[in-house]
């Protein structure tokens, strides 16, 4: 079995959530999806570039 742990720099749950289901719907079967985010901090992180570039490249 694989592990695959997903380190979310924000503080955003929510978003967390979304990047683990978006992880284990194109992992390996038997591949374990582990995401962690901050207790505290930056609930978004951005920067101008990301808002020129299409969604996709994210």
């Known amino acids: ?3 695959i742990q997903v ?6 749950l929510a978003m967390t959530e979304t990047i683990g289901q978006a992880a284990r719907a194109v992992a390996a ?6 995401t962690v985010s901050p207790a505290q901090g930056c ?4 920067d101008t570039l990301m ?5 996709w490249v994210f």
Do not use: A, E, V, Y
Not at 7 to 12: D, F, H, L, M, V
Not at 29 to 34: E, L, N, R
Not at 43 to 46: A, D, E, M, R, W
């Open 1 to 3: 079995m694989s592990l």
């Open 7 to 12: 380190i979310n720099p924000n503080t955003s």
């Open 29 to 34: 079967p038997g591949t374990d999806i582990w």
């Open 43 to 46: 609930p978004q992180l951005k």
């Open 51 to 55: 808002k020129r570039l299409p969604l």
